[in-house]
């Protein structure tokens, strides 16, 4: 599989215009090569929660504004957990 990844001057991009949270369909948010470790690095570092493996993300292009919303798991001493991700059309 390959994908085109973010990386790290967008990342910091996102911050500047106070982006919080993406998410991505692909197994990392890194480009094809780098480290996935690095994409989270660098999220972290700037407060840009991110999400990855989402899926049927294109059956929300077109349908107009939606609330995304992502219920996680409680993992006790964990940084991170799956999610069940949910979007409600306003």
Request: include cysteine.
């Amino acid at each position: 599989m390959t994908f085109l990844g973010w990386r790290r001057s967008q990342c910091i991009g996102w911050q500047i215009r106070a982006i919080g949270m993406f998410g991505v369909e692909a197994v990392s948010p890194s480009p094809a090569g780098e480290l996935n470790i690095r994409a989270h690095q660098i999220c972290s570092e700037r407060e840009i929660t991110l999400m990855e493996c989402l899926f049927n993300l294109d059956k929300l292009v077109g349908r107009g504004r939606f609330r995304f919303v992502g219920f996680p798991f409680k993992i006790r001493g964990g940084s991170g957990s799956p999610i069940r991700a949910l979007a409600s059309f306003e």
